[in-house]
Structures are given as C-alpha cells and as structure tokens.
C-alpha cells in the first residue's frame, strides 16, 4: 500500500518561505518522476513541479525562480523549496508520484501567504 505524507504547510507572510515535504512509504520511487500540484478554491489542480527519475526539473511559470523541486531517493522524499511566496500561490499543495498506471497522490497540505 502506497501512501505520502506531505508536511511543512502553514501560513505565512508575502515575501516568506516555506519547505514541503512529501515521505513515500510502501515501495521505493527512485525510478519514478514526482511532482506537486496546488489547487487554490474554486480552480483546477494544477501541476507546480516536476522532477524526473534522472533529476530533470519542470517549472510552471508562474513558480520559476521562485521554487525549486528537489527530492533525496535514499529517503525516498520529495521537497519544494518555496521562496518570495505571493498571495497567490495560497492553495492546498499536493505531491504525486508517476508510477504507472495512474500514480499516487498525498492528502494535501494549507499553504496561505496574506499580510
């Protein structure tokens, strides 16, 4: 049984930063891509960050050099970097592993960026 278990979520204030992250527990994902998706209220999930097997990154546009997916396979963990957050990349934030045939998806986690 798969399951992710993402943390490091919470409030703070234009400008900050937060870390995600996302512990992979039931198999190993060494050989998968991983990402976050966010989904702010009433809007799509959309995907944040993407980070192959082979250490590829992708970046929406909207986060480039802002955040930064990185993940450590030895812990089997997928982090995001989150620096000069903006009110709006308030959303839930979840972390998706790619294995086939549809992957997994963690339970979300509250980032709220507001003065």
């Known amino acids: 049984q798969v399951q992710l278990v993402e943390s490091g979520g919470g409030s703070v204030q234009p400008g900050g930063s937060l870390r995600l992250s996302c512990a992979a527990s039931?198999?190993?994902?060494?050989?998968?891509?991983l990402g976050w998706y966010r989904q702010a209220p009433g809007k799509q999930r959309q995907l944040v960050a993407k980070?192959?097997?082979?250490?590829?990154?992708y970046y929406a546009d909207s986060v480039k050099g802002r955040f930064t997916i990185s993940r450590d396979n030895a812990k089997n963990t997928v982090y995001l970097q989150m620096n000069s957050l903006k009110p709006e990349d308030t959303a839930v934030y979840y972390c998706?592993?790619?294995?086939?045939?549809?992957?997994?998806w963690g339970q979300g986690t509250q980032v709220t960026v507001s003065s």
């Open positions: 998706k592993t790619f294995e086939s045939p549809s992957g997994s």
């Open positions: 039931g198999r190993s994902f060494s050989a998968n891509a």
């Open positions: 980070i192959t097997s082979g250490g590829s990154t």
